[in-house]
């Protein structure tokens, strides 16, 4: 499995890790959850797959969503729509490409938090985590999952207005499910920031799609494909 299989829609940034880089994006993040910026729907994920050469790549999400489930906990949801994307052409020696498989692809990053800590009323240290994370990577050859947990801060918002946030000093590792050989990124950190509107239905539909994805081994193809196919194939019987 290479790199290239995780994003179709969007390039992916790699880069060697500075700790300039780690101390701009805080920086950055800070100023935005002052109202001086809008906060972006972003993460970023440091793989420690290779020790000795860390590699960072970096995403941003279209939309993002949140709600309240019945135990009081608070449930984000990011989001990739999915896209269908046709494979490519075989290389010379006919062997099949990274990306020649056809298929969806899309992600989505879930996070649950359990307690929200409050400023001069919560004490917290550098250890301390408060929510699951799990991100999800959908392929035309599987879905791919990392789950761990991390620290989430946000200050609740009025009613009516988005959720911002930033997710720190998020610990991944792959699911049970992933084999070792579609291991994408190893042991890995994960950090990000959002701006999430609330909306229960979409974040369950989310959630309940990306079960279904899961049992299914692969993506089966767009209904206008399958449509188009079933219309050809009459007209030629038809014509006989």
Known sequence: MTPDRLHTRQAVRRSRVRAEGWASWIATTCVALCGCHATPNQIEILSFKQVDAPVRYAETFERSHYCRDAHGNWLIVMEIPPEWVEGGPEDKKGRANSNAQSGWNSQMVHVEVFWVPYPGRT??????????????????????????????????????????????SGSLLRAKDVKDTDDLFGPCRLRGSFTAQE??????????????????????????????????????????
């Open 123 to 168: 004490h917290a240290e550098s250890t301390q985590t408060n929510a699951a994370i799990t991100y999800y990577l959908v392929t035309p050859g599987g879905v791919f999952s990392y789950e761990g947990a991390g620290f989430v801060y946000f200050q609740p918002p009025r009613p009516g207005k988005p959720l911002v946030g930033q997710i720190e």
């Open 199 to 240: 909306d229960r239905r979409t974040v369950f539909g989310a959630l309940n799609e990306i079960k279904r994805t899961r049992a299914r081994p692969t993506a089966p193809e767009p209904a206008s494909a399958v449509d188009s196919d079933t219309r050809n194939s009459s007209k030629q019987g038809a014509s006989q």
